[in-house]
């Protein structure tokens, strides 16, 4: 069945470091591709997109690539900010319905 | 537009009893989705709505969960004699379009004393 695999959690980093968070998916065709954010407390929150092969999404600073070759979207930014910690997930459109298929996210913790 | 809405944010109840939530989704969005997430996993997929239809279940679906979206507006999501297993964060989400990604609400935590 369709699938995602993130880098296992939690990522402490230093104000200012370089964030990368793998993702790689399993799915039939070339789904959609969507990284959500989930601050303490709340619900998720649409960070990013990107609907077909090299297309990439970003926002806040945050980028991901998609690469078909390789069925993967890795998250990237250059310098994080304390405000950054959360949990991150990634998350494939797959099968029928526009359902979205979570892996188990990957928490940053950025400190000062 | 105020976004998807949850009620209740929490919920404690008693092993055995029943309960409801609702969710209202953004006014334009055709397709609702509910979702249960459990402490340190990602959200996992129960069903979905177009309009006023229910279109897909989850095998994670018992027969204890209905849910209904009638006149494809608000949705609530049933859960007959409660189990402590129940216990997670309920989310809804709504959408426009396919493949645009959801909006979510900020959910209802179950806890199942």
């Known amino acids: 069945g369709d699938s995602v695999t993130q880098m296992e959690g939690p990522v402490t980093l230093s104000e200012e470091a370089f964030l990368t968070i793998n993702c790689t998916y399993t799915a039939t065709g070339y789904p959609s591709l969507f990284w959500y954010v989930q601050y303490p407390g709340e619900g998720l929150q649409l960070l990013l997109k990107?609907?077909?092969?090299?297309d990439k999404g970003s926002n806040k600073g945050f980028e991901a690539t998609y690469r078909k070759e390789t069925t993967s979207f890795h998250l990237e930014k250059g310098s994080v900010q304390v405000s950054d910690s959360a949990v991150y997930f990634c998350?494939?459109?797959?099968?029928?319905?526009?359902?979205?298929?979570f892996g188990t996210g990957t928490q940053l913790k950025v400190e000062l | 537009d105020t976004g998807v809405s949850q009620n209740p944010r929490h919920k404690i109840t008693k092993r055995g009893q029943n309960v409801t939530f609702r969710c209202d989704p953004i006014?334009?969005?055709?397709?609702l989705y509910w979702y249960r997430q459990t402490l340190g996993q990602g959200p996992e997929f129960l069903t979905y709505?177009?309009?006023?239809?229910?279109?897909?279940k989850s095998r994670l679906l018992s027969d204890r969960f209905s849910a209904e979206r009638p006149k494809g507006s608000f949705s609530t999501l049933e859960i007959q004699r409660t189990e402590q297993g129940d216990s997670a964060m309920y989310l809804c989400a709504s959408s426009l379009v396919e493949g645009g990604g959801y909006t979510f609400g900020s959910g209802t935590r179950l806890t199942v004393v």
């Open positions: 990107a609907t077909k092969a090299d």
């Open positions: 998350a494939p459109i797959t099968g029928g319905g526009n359902k979205l298929t």
């Open positions: 006014s334009e969005h055709n397709r």
């Open positions: 709505f177009q309009n006023e239809a229910q279109l897909e």
